[in-house]
């Protein structure tokens, strides 16, 4: 890979080292130079084949001269674009070739030695272990990314602490819903269940199911409140942060429907641990 790159915050290049040590009281590191080159081209030293990546006949650029390899496209933020990086990466070869082969989970943010250094700050690594910081890729393509993209600079700390906030604000709210979507499904069957009589009301009910619908409308009045809670804060995440936008009406106990498209919508988008790209490959 090519070595034009900048290196992590808080790191020095000194030959005269040889090994990691406090350089200084901010958190910085040297590193010998010679260790860095080693580590910065761990592809050539553990030989990639030509073979880990797709044949020759396909290639529209060399993927292993240097002068080819392209930066890691990243948005406003300095956060990375999955669906532009596997794009630009599947355009340096022939729109014929079929990606396929065994599935890998690609880092979006590759060098995790980066991200455990205390200048990179203390929510770096779980920053970079966000699911949606990760994609869902073949193996081979994930070879392609490694040799021919320049890993992308760590973000700045308000940009990942906004990045976690907004994506526990979302998982709180998918969880919400989604108990919401249950139980509103269990009303028909618990019913079904009294009508047929396999659940026998106390005859002090007069077939009223007094403690099911009491116990039902706590359990949903519960989950309401908290899909509220996190759905106002949602409004206050900020709008290139969100991956769903704050709607309201959701929340309204009569709009089931919409509710549960709702769900849907976000589940698919936080209950992956990865990011699948497999459609987009397959993409003409």
């Keep these: ?11 020095q290049l000194d030959g005269s080292r040889t090994s990691l040590a406090p350089a200084s009281d901010d958190g910085g590191y040297s590193i010998s130079a010679l260790k860095w080159i080693r580590w910065q081209h761990r592809f050539e030293d553990q030989q990639m084949r030509r073979e880990d990546i797709p044949p020759e006949k396909y290639w529209l650029i060399d993927p292993f001269n240097s002068s080819n390899h392209i930066p890691t496209p990243v948005d406003e933020y300095g956060l990375v674009d999955a669906y532009g990086l596997v794009h630009r990466v599947k355009g340096m070869f022939n729109p014929d070739y079929k990606w396929g082969g065994p599935l890998s989970v690609h880092h979006l943010y590759p060098k995790a030695v980066w991200y455990g250094f205390p200048s990179a700050g203390e929510h770096a690594l779980g920053f970079r272990e966000l699911a949606l910081n990760k994609i869902l890729v073949p193996r081979i393509i994930e070879n392609c990314i490694h040799l021919m993209c320049l890993p992308p600079d760590i973000p700045a700390q308000d940009v990942m602490q906004e990045t976690i906030d907004s994506w526990g604000i979302h998982k709180n709210l998918y969880k919400s819903l989604r108990e919401i979507a249950t139980w509103e499904l269990r009303r028909h069957p618990r019913q079904q269940s009294i009508d ?3 659940v026998i009301l106390p005859p002090e009910y007069n077939g009223e199911d007094r403690a099911g ?14 899909a509220e809670l996190h759905m106002d804060l949602l409004s206050y995440i900020q709008p290139g942060f969100r991956l769903v936008q704050p709607d309201h009406e959701v929340i309204d106990e009569a709009n089931i429907e919409k509710r549960h498209m709702y769900v849907r919508n976000l589940g698919s988008i936080v209950v992956p641990r990865a990011i699948p790209m497999t459609r987009l490959l397959a993409a003409a």
């Design 1 to 11: 890979m090519a070595f034009e790159q900048t290196t992590p915050p808080g790191i």
């Design 196 to 198: 047929s009589q396999t």
């Design 213 to 226: 619908k009491a116990y039902l409308s706590h359990t949903l009045g519960r989950h309401f409140r908290g």
